[in-house]
T-cell receptor, first 110, second 115 residues
Framework: AQSVTQPDIHITVSEGASLELRCNYS??????LFWYVQSPGQGLQLLLK??????LVQGIKGFEAEFKRSQSSFNLRKPSVHWSDAAEYFC????????FGAGTTVTVRA | EAGVAQSPRYKIIEKRQSVAFWCNPI?????LYWYQQILGQGPKLLIQ????????DSQLPKDRFSAERLKGVDSTLKIQPAKLEDSAVYLC?????????????FGSGTRLTVV
């Protein structure tokens, strides 16, 4: 069955430290891949997307993600987090319908 | 460009009552989606329209949920009768085409509380 897995439910990181959020997918082919962020009470905001080509994708707010076909992964990274990065992060795959992972909550401590 | 409009923003109803949500997608977007996001979970696709036809409603609880997109533009999602477990945020999204290479745009959602 097709699925999107975000193994980490909650991550706490210090301000200024690096952040990596994991995402694995199970699909027959390479789907389109997305990362969204959702702040409390807010809608979903697109951080970045991968369709094809360069496997390292740059997004907004200093985020980047790397697609690894061999590992069926699309991990999100940020070199230095800011307190405003505290939010819920969702990985999503588009195989003619957009399916989301369960999300990872990021807490940033001062 | 204007975003995806949803109304109402909040709704509180008693169980067994009915409720309807409205969505107006971005002009020209052929594909419209309704998602249910229960607290602490990722959004789950309920129904996908391509113009005014249903593409996927496999996860829509059809005994109580219904949706329509009569003129291929705005859409209404209805729940009748509501259950406690329907408490969630209902998100509407739209895209230019069926596989969202052009990107998906989400509305702010309707937060439903069933008491």
């Amino acid at each position: 069955a097709q699925s999107v897995t975000q193994p980490d439910i909650h991550i706490t990181v210090s301000e200024g430290a690096s952040l990596e959020l994991r995402c694995n997918y199970s699909y027959g082919a390479t789907p389109y891949l997305f990362w969204y962020v959702q702040s409390p009470g807010q809608g979903l905001q697109l951080l970045l997307k991968y369709f094809s080509g360069d496997t390292l994708v740059q997004g907004i707010k200093g985020f980047e993600a790397e697609f690894k076909r061999s590992q069926s992964s699309f991990n999100l990274r940020k070199p230095s987090v800011h307190w405003s990065d505290a939010a819920e992060y969702f990985c999503a795959v588009d195989d003619y319908k957009l399916s989301f992972g369960a999300g990872t909550t990021v807490t940033v401590r001062a | 460009e204007a975003g995806v409009a949803q109304s109402p923003r909040y709704k509180i109803i008693e169980k067994r009552q009915s409720v309807a949500f409205w969505c107006n997608p971005i002009s020209g977007h052929a594909t419209l989606y309704w998602y249910q996001q229960i607290l602490g979970q990722g959004p789950k696709l309920l129904i996908q329209f391509q113009n005014n036809g249903v593409v996927d409603d496999s996860q829509l609880p059809k005994d109580r949920f219904s949706a329509e997109r009569l003129k291929g533009v705005d859409s209404t999602l209805k729940i009748q009768p509501a259950k406690l477990e329907d408490s969630a945020v209902y998100l509407c999204a739209s895209s230019l085409d069926r596989q969202g290479e052009g990107g998906y745009t989400f509305g702010s959602g309707t937060r439903l509380t069933v008491v």
